[in-house]
């Protein structure tokens, strides 16, 4: 039995996991609001990436067509299907904004025009719903056809170009406002691409039937993990070049334990170990080796999510994380792995 007809089966009982991994980490709320807020924020980021760069895979295919997509089609139309459960999903992080956002009581440091237009709860309440809503209408409408649709996925791409840039000044930089970098948004979507691929390779990384189809998926988790990697070390050089106080302010606690080894190991997760591991063309045709490296790639980009989340909540925030992923994680599954995947089990024909 596959992962993904092991989801199927167990749709249920693996939501159920979820909720009581989402009362665990509320019980710890009442204690430490800050701390259960920024892990479930990093389980969030996770799970939403997955699903968020399944929607951009789907937008592509709309925009492009190709019998790349047909696949994968099984396994990222569910995803993009469950985006907006994420809009309720989301909903808890305002139980104690303030807590991830000191800036919403008290924006020092924060100049007043920017307070008063961008960095306020009102503003991040409404960029964060009109992008969830976009995603879900263009998500929605992405799922109904596998067939060449120009007039889809060319604005729903505009939507999500514009929507990831919101998400990752608002729910990311944000938290730690003085930073700012104008290659995150776009390393933020090349991961959430690189994620989406992964899930693909962890849970159906070829279709029934069609031995050999497994390099295609290969050869764009090859090409997302490398675009990935180049964008994530220019911002980190442009930084460290520049030598300006609010990026040094912002890397130099990432750079002490044990944040240092989180990044090391998502590094050799979510960069070498695609890069290195689907050089071999045996490796690359074989789904068993993608599903593992499919695997190994979801937990470094997991690493490196709490990377950015955590060090302003200290080392307690990495059990927090885990719970936060493992709920959000066991709600999401349960439906999109359940009743989301039933009705979307078809694959898009080659070719469309």
Known sequence: MSLQDWLRAHAGRVFLGGALGAALLLAWGLLAPGLALAGWLTGLLFWLGIALGAYALLAVHALTGGRW?????????????????????????????????????????IKPDVARLWLNLPGLVLRSVLALLGWSVFGLLLVGGGARRPGIGAPALI???????????????????????????????????????????????????????AGDLAGLLLAAALGAAYLGFAQYLVAWYGNLKPRADWYLPRQEMPWLLLELGAIAASALLPVLGLLPARLRRSPRALAWIGGGVLAGILLHMSWLVGPRFGPWMLPAAALGTFAIGGLWLGLAGGPFAARLRREVPHGA
């Open 69 to 109: 997509l047909a696949p994968l089609f099984p396994v990222l139309a569910p995803a993009v299907a469950t985006l907006p459960v994420f809009a309720l999903l989301a909903l808890p992080l305002l139980l104690d904004a303030a807590a991830l956002w000191p800036w919403i009581i008290e924006p020092v440091g």
């Open 159 to 213: 939507l999500h170009a514009v929507a990831v840039t919101l998400l990752g000044l608002d729910w990311i930089l944000a938290l730690e406002p003085p930073f700012r970098s104008t290659a995150f948004p776009m390393w933020l979507g090349v991961t959430q691409v690189l994620a989406a691929l992964a899930w693909a390779a962890l849970l159906r990384p070829e279709p029934r039937g069609g031995q050999g189809k």
